[in-house]
């Protein structure tokens, strides 16, 4: 009796196993043919792109590296430099000043306090865009209300410069960073503060030796998000600055577009094949540190 | 203890300034225009501009297409690596990363070449056709192919985060030993209880779309956030008071969509 209730049970098993995982498969086909297809494509015509040089006289067309070597010259590799420092220091800043911000949140014994500011963070930081560069125009720009009621403009100050921009993007650095650091700051164990004290550590002592160790990780972790982030934004800029600024994103979308010289689109493709490794790079440092800082959590 | 929380509400309210400020500052920029004094013109005058409905409507449909799309696309993915096939899970995972080391620029340039092979390569094929279609000014479905994939990553954190909380392997094995099908399973049993994860994906993409410029610009479409640059240069008070609208309105639905997501999270442990 047992016998055939075993064998009458593991022949449909082994069965629904297969089905299923078949199934899996099938459901999982429609979205990478999908990805394939809408990123695929345009990625592979980005590369095409970035190495085809155009003969402007016969028209015929021929692979080389000339586009990438004129992205790294000149003009180009100003904007590039720019847009490196840009989010550098502005990354450098956000991480910086979103860390104190986190901790005064997490310690906070106001769980709506909590709720508040991390859902704001989690707009701030995805969504600020064009309204966001509007808002500071209408703020610190030049007929802004600051700038006029408090005459900034004769103190020297220029929305529409370096320190203009970093101001902005802490706008949405800032909540980033709070939103990657909370998560760490909970880990922090309270017994691990306590049991610091009880050995006669000062506070000082306790994040010098304890806390600052055990969030390093995520502290630099966060600073390659941040610098990713800054590095990829264009509205903002766009809608703000116009060309003032020398950034990658601003040059690239005027090549596109034809703005200044006609027949730079593939040295556009360039510059944008330079993001990409620019930003590859920054997710291969930060997915090891995102894994070691995970450790902690657990 | 007294001097910790003086510095905390330091730290807070300073945080509190610099953020609040440039919202409040775009109130007023918009509504005391110098030389007239207090004025709504700038909020009465929203309706009735040029352009406002229509782009308005434009990125809406955008919006609900790529919710529909990249819903359709993920759930069953997702819910199947959870039921089989988890050899595929990292796959799905690395494509659905991808879009973050492609800045939103360079996306566009790959998309804007593609485009051009249409009339340069494609025009004697029935390809053409369908590059032209997707290009329909009045609804670029191009647009929607973009944000779907510029949404994968956000999409694929929040079904992700729902799944985990659930378990989907005894629901549907118990769904199909009540006799329900594959779909009925799917659809009464594993869907209901993703209901919070599938409304933060919406919203997320939804405020994505809302707020998308970079791809529609370049692409020389006109949706909700392009006309606002647009229309800055001949009425400032007018595209400030819009960009504060957006904001605000996207940050309610969000506040009420973290109270929902909540809510849910408690009753369902409870």
Request: hydrophobic letters at 25%.
């Given at each position: 009796m047992t016998a055939t209730a075993v064998r009458v049970d593991t022949a449909p098993a082994a069965a629904v196993k297969r089905r299923r995982r078949s199934l899996g498969s099938l459901a999982v086909v429609p979205l990478l043919v999908f990805t394939a297809l809408a990123f695929g494509l345009p990625a592979l015509a980005m590369l095409d792109g970035a190495f085809t040089v155009k003969?402007?006289?016969?028209?015929a067309t021929s692979y080389s590296a000339d586009n990438l070597t004129a992205s790294l010259q000149g003009a180009y590799l100003t904007a590039l430099l720019g847009s490196v420092k840009l989010s550098a220091v502005s990354a450098a800043l956000g991480a910086l000043l979103g860390l104190p911000l986190a901790q005064a949140v997490v310690t906070s014994r106001f769980p709506a306090l909590r709720e508040a500011v991390l859902t704001a963070s989690g707009v701030l930081a995805n969504f600020g865009g064009v309204p966001l560069a509007f808002a500071f125009v209408a703020t610190?720009?030049?007929?802004g209300v600051l700038t006029r009621h408090l005459g900034l403009t004769d103190k020297?100050?220029?929305?529409?410069?370096f320190w203009g921009l970093v101001l902005v993007y802490l706008y949405f650095l800032i909540p980033l960073m709070v939103l990657t650091i909370t998560p760490a700051l909970d880990g922090l164990r309270s017994q691990w503060r306590e049991a610091a004290q009880n050995n006669g550590a000062t506070t000082v002592q306790y994040w010098r030796h304890v806390a600052l160790p055990v969030l390093l990780p995520t502290l630099l972790g966060g600073f390659v998000l941040l610098f990713g982030s800054a590095f990829a934004a264009y509205a903002t800029a766009a809608a703000m600055v116009g060309s003032s600024v020398p950034l990658v994103t601003l040059q690239i979308a005027d090549a596109l577009s034809g703005?200044?010289?006609?027949?730079?689109e593939n040295v556009a493709l360039a510059l944008s094949l330079d993001m990409v490794l620019v930003a590859g790079l920054v997710m291969a440092v930060y997915l090891p540190l995102q894994r070691r800082s995970a450790r902690w959590l657990a | 203890m007294a001097r910790l929380n003086l510095w905390r509400w330091g730290v807070l309210g300073l945080a509190g300034l610099y953020f609040l400020v440039p919202l409040a500052a775009s109130v007023v920029f918009t509504v005391d225009v110098p030389g007239q004094g207090l004025t709504f013109d700038a909020y009465t005058q929203i309706f009735s501009t040029e352009g406002f409905a229509s782009s308005l409507l434009l990125s809406l449909e955008l919006a609900l297409a790529t919710i529909a799309l990249v819903l359709l696309l993920m759930v069953p993915a997702m819910v199947a690596l959870r039921l089989g096939a988890p050899r595929l899970r990292p796959v799905v995972e690395v494509v659905c990363s991808l879009p973050l080391v492609v800045p939103p620029i360079a996306f566009v340039a790959g998309i804007g070449t593609v485009l051009k092979w249409?009339?340069?390569?494609?025009?004697?094929?029935?390809l053409f056709q369908t590059f032209v279609a997707i290009q329909?000014?009045?609804?670029?479905f191009v647009l929607v192919l973009a944000y779907v994939v510029m949404a994968l990553p956000f999409v694929h954190r929040a079904l992700d985060a729902g799944l985990r909380a659930i378990d989907v392997r005894t629901l549907v094995e118990a769904a199909r030993s009540c006799g329900a099908s594959w779909p009925q399973a799917l659809a009464q049993a594993v869907l209901p209880n993703l209901r919070g994860a599938l409304l933060n994906a919406s919203f997320l993409t939804l405020a994505l779309v809302l707020g998308e410029f970079t791809v529609a610009q370049l692409l020389g479409f006109q949706p909700f956030a392009v006309w606002i640059v647009n229309v800055s240069g001949s009425q400032a008070q007018l595209s400030v008071a819009v960009s504060v609208l957006s904001l605000l309105v996207t940050w309610v639905l969000l506040l009420v969509l973290a109270g929902f997501g909540g809510r849910t999270r408690t009753t369902s442990r409870g």
């Open positions: 003969d402007p006289s016969t028209g610190l720009g030049n007929a020297g100050w220029d929305l529409y410069s703005n200044v010289l006609v027949g730079q | 249409g009339p340069e390569h494609l025009s004697r094929t029935p329909n000014p009045d609804f670029p």
